[in-house]
């Protein structure tokens, strides 16, 4: 049953193909009983996946409980196990990526329009009440800034937008985030 949802989360993380992912925790919970064949297959199943464990030596006495499984191995610059700290009996881990944080430097802000809660009823009845054919035949070499303006225009009553800005955090070309 563990493995199964082990499944289950890694098959939602790995549905965008451009996903790192990165799982780290302590596997020995539910090795009880029979703590080799759950964790041989608990590893079988997570390499089925892509996923490569990492760290290679043990975390508590001569077992590695605590592992570090990542299905980009390439972004990891080094990683091992440090000594425990004050009382604990684990050993803990450290990675090192193979990439550097950036301050988030902030791009032009720009509008999102929210066309599930827009009022399309309005907006037709804008639309058709424009005199299209009254500013094509006046302006025979029609500027499409002028048309992209009245659209807008047009779209402002109708629909509910957002401003957001799109941020930098990573140089790895892989994280963006938007900021509200």
């Given at each position: 049953?563990?493995?199964?949802?082990?499944?289950?989360?890694?098959?939602?993380?790995?549905?965008?193909p451009?996903?790192?992912?990165?799982?780290?925790?302590d596997?020995n919970?539910?090795s009880?009983?029979?703590?080799i064949?759950?964790?041989?297959?608990?590893?079988?199943t997570l390499?089925?996946?892509?996923?490569?464990?990492?760290?290679?030596?043990?975390?508590?006495e001569?077992?590695?409980?605590?592992?570090?499984?990542?299905?980009?191995?390439s972004?990891?610059?080094?990683?091992?196990?440090?000594?425990?700290?004050?009382?604990?009996?684990?050993?803990?881990?450290?990675?090192?990526?193979?990439?550097?944080?950036?301050?988030?430097?902030?791009?032009?802000?720009?509008?999102?329009?929210?066309?599930?809660?827009?009022?399309?009823?309005?907006?037709?009845?804008?639309?058709?009440?424009?005199?299209?054919?009254?500013?094509?035949?006046?302006?025979?070499?029609?500027?499409?800034?002028?048309l992209?303006?009245?659209?807008i225009?047009?779209?402002?009553?109708?629909?509910?937008?957002?401003?957001?800005?799109?941020l930098?955090?990573?140089?790895?070309?892989?994280?963006?985030?938007?900021?509200?």
């Amino acid at each position: 049953m563990f493995i199964e949802s082990v499944s289950t989360v890694i098959e939602s993380l790995l549905v965008d193909p451009y996903c790192c992912v990165l799982l780290i925790g302590d596997f020995n919970d539910h090795s009880v009983g029979k703590p080799i064949q759950l964790q041989t297959n608990l590893f079988r199943t997570l390499s089925a996946y892509g996923l490569q464990q990492l760290i290679d030596i043990p975390t508590r006495e001569c077992k590695i409980l605590d592992w570090f499984l990542t299905n980009v191995p390439s972004a990891v610059l080094s990683h091992g196990i440090l000594d425990p700290i004050s009382n604990l009996d684990h050993n803990p881990i450290f990675i090192k990526f193979n990439f550097s944080l950036q301050r988030c430097s902030a791009s032009k802000p720009f509008i999102v329009w929210d066309y599930a809660k827009g009022n399309f009823s309005d907006l037709n009845n804008a639309l058709y009440a424009t005199p299209w054919e009254f500013i094509i035949m006046n302006s025979p070499n029609v500027d499409f800034s002028i048309l992209r303006t009245l659209l807008i225009t047009l779209l402002k009553p109708s629909f509910l937008r957002r401003l957001f800005t799109l941020l930098k955090e990573i140089n790895l070309g892989l994280i963006t985030s938007l900021k509200l």
